[in-house]
């Protein structure tokens, strides 16, 4: 029942469920599996929310503030696939759907015939500038942890994604 507060943690009633199953020894691992998954949810409903105004998903906020904070305002799309870390095909999507806003074009590399950049436009910096604005105030000023919890969960997920190999 998204949005609406229960008076029980269907995680914690799992978590017995999966105990009483015989499944004691991964418990543990499914409800901290479990419990990413929702906070994603969250997370993502929160943010999706502040962003609608703007028409962008997370996805092409993302790839318009790398652009942002790019030097030249434009990468190969190569390169942004990487700093993403999302297929290129995704990347591709985004694009597409960006230039159909007028956010991004895609021009040809200055030196390196092969390659196309995607370049953020004046309109792009401008949405993308009010979005992390919104973004800013509506959803990272206040996750709804505190500061030493933030930085306890950033320290277990990059554990968690160092030890599968993301970095």
Same mark, same amino acid.
């Given at each position: 029942m998204a949005g609406r507060s229960m008076d029980f943690d269907p995680i914690a009633e799992a978590r017995e469920n999966w105990i009483a199953a015989g499944w004691e020894d991964v418990a543990d691992g499914m409800v901290a599996v479990t419990s990413v998954m929702r906070a994603h949810q969250i997370l993502l409903a929160r943010?999706? *929310? *502040?962003?609608?105004?703007?028409?962008?998903?997370? &996805?092409?906020?993302?790839?318009?503030?790398?652009? *942002?904070? &790019?030097?030249?305002?434009a990468l190969p799309i190569t390169k942004a696939s990487a700093r993403l870390q999302v297929h290129v095909t995704s990347v591709t999507h985004a694009i597409r759907r960006l230039e159909e806003s007028g956010l991004v074009r895609r021009v040809p590399h200055p030196t390196d015939g092969r390659t196309t950049l995607v370049q953020i436009t004046d309109l792009g910096r401008s949405t993308v500038e009010e979005a992390t604005t919104v973004l800013n105030e509506k959803v990272f000023a206040d996750v709804g942890m505190s500061a030493e919890e933030m930085a306890g969960l950033v320290k277990a997920i990059q554990s968690l994604r160092k030890h599968n190999g993301d970095f």
């Amino acid at each position: 029942m998204a949005g609406r507060s229960m008076d029980f943690d269907p995680i914690a009633e799992a978590r017995e469920n999966w105990i009483a199953a015989g499944w004691e020894d991964v418990a543990d691992g499914m409800v901290a599996v479990t419990s990413v998954m929702r906070a994603h949810q969250i997370l993502l409903a929160r943010v999706e *929310a *502040a962003l609608r105004p703007f028409d962008l998903t997370f &996805s092409r906020f993302e790839l318009l503030r790398l652009l *942002a904070f &790019s030097r030249q305002g434009a990468l190969p799309i190569t390169k942004a696939s990487a700093r993403l870390q999302v297929h290129v095909t995704s990347v591709t999507h985004a694009i597409r759907r960006l230039e159909e806003s007028g956010l991004v074009r895609r021009v040809p590399h200055p030196t390196d015939g092969r390659t196309t950049l995607v370049q953020i436009t004046d309109l792009g910096r401008s949405t993308v500038e009010e979005a992390t604005t919104v973004l800013n105030e509506k959803v990272f000023a206040d996750v709804g942890m505190s500061a030493e919890e933030m930085a306890g969960l950033v320290k277990a997920i990059q554990s968690l994604r160092k030890h599968n190999g993301d970095f």
